[in-house]
């Protein structure tokens, strides 16, 4: 079976860095006329995802604003899901979750299983807990082709307290994430291909100041903020040796086009970014 | 209207501190003799609601248990949900959300919102992200009478890479969320009154060594590990000044009696427990 890893390489090499991020909060949903209810994310997500289909590799459904609906919200969220995937699109569920034991191997489960009713590529999980709370999801994730993107390092202010703190060998937080997971991935990583562990890094992180260093073996990067929160194209360069494996992020800056010119935005932006062969 | 805090301190004087969790995974389910499905969880869920009510003040339904079955275990949550606060339970949504900007408040709306489908009397929140992420959900909260309890300190060794760095004033993370959030609680919390905004902390977690100390305001504190993960009644002590507000959670304990039993072991496990007049 081949790797989320080399998936996503294959990805990037055929359609570029962009991912279109599937975020129907209520003012866009207003923007587009469709009601704030769970039949109006689904016909937002599944517009977005027909827009989006042979255009970009990549896309990253917000899975809250499909939550804000409760049960109904969600069967929306499997509907766009399915389709995404069936449209040949790489499927990662912004879903951040976290949890001890049990508890969070269920949320493993939940996203990554082949046949379940959220099955996606790829999965965002939160490291409060602890990078070895995340084994048996890593466990699932390998046995299946499937990917998980810790998160490393946001570029949010209000995030240092948590990620820019300082473990005893000195390193920050965000630093010793991707330093835990770098040495799982390379005793699970054949030579030459990238790793199905990812890390989501924010793309106006400044990564000296986050103590990072591009992950050994690469890994997918996953940089919300592209667009509208104000990284472009050109800031694919800040990742350094990580660049090639950045999947760039853009969400209102593609999503605020509306409906009517969404395939357009997409083509426009998917071209804006850097085509490399990852071969 | 009655915040949250004060609600918290009625249910424990009336009923004293167990909690009982609501944790259908796979290996409970087939104790039950139930399937493992979004049927399975919610005949387990409501089944647990019906011997509870009465018995206890607080119960907390584990989310990811539900999130595992899709959009079928989430209708099947809200029925448990619904159930639980008919029956006069006050309902703390264990889900540990935790994101940034518009995302985060998708999901302080999902849970706390009247009348949305997942509407609960609170919601446990992630802070990775940074305290501030919260403040739409800490404001929907305090608007409605709701609580959010934030990931403080968790007992098991992995997450002391994160809890237990060190932020530059040299308080650990953990300490540092507890005064973050309690100058918030000081700022909106009546004298004399328990607050609204709540802390997860591990009932095994040893305080000192993790640099907590009892919250000012009061406020309440959910401990999970109580019962089968190793904590005992008289372990309440340990928590000092913070014990009166503790709600001690007590999952596989209770429910490994089985649905026949269910009830009884609920009684028991709960007389365990001092009672305090909360006044």
Known sequence: MTGFGERVRAALTERGPLCVGID???????????????????????RTVDAAAGRVGVVKPQVSFFERWGSAGFAALEEV?????????????DAKRGDI??????????WLTPGAPLEA???T?????????????????????????????????????????????????SAEIVAEVSARNAAHTPDGQWASLGFVVGATVAWEDAGLIAPVPPAPILAPGFGFQG???????RYGAAAP????????????????????RISERAASYPRTAHV
């Open 125 to 173: 999980a939160n490291p409060f807990l602890g990078v070895g709370t995340l084994e048996h999801t890593f466990d699932l994730a390998e046995q299946h082709g499937k990917g998980v993107f810790v998160l490393a390092a946001t570029s949010n202010a209000d995030a240092f307290t948590s990620q820019r703190a300082l473990v005893p060998s000195g390193r920050t937080v």
């Open 24 to 46: 129907p909060h209520e003012q866009l949903l207003a923007e587009w006329g469709l009601p704030a209810s769970a039949a109006g994310v689904r016909e937002f997500g599944l």
């Open 231 to 237: 990284a472009q194209a050109e800031h694919l360069g």
């Open 101 to 110: 034991g049990s508890t969070m191997d269920a949320y493993g489960d939940a």
């Open 121 to 123: 590529d790829a999965v």
């Open 245 to 264: 494996t950045v999947i760039a992020s853009e969400s209102r800056s593609i999503l605020a086009a509306g409906p009517a010119d969404l395939a357009a």
């Open 81 to 93: 899901i399915a389709a995404a995937r069936s449209a040949g699109l790489l499927v990662i569920a």
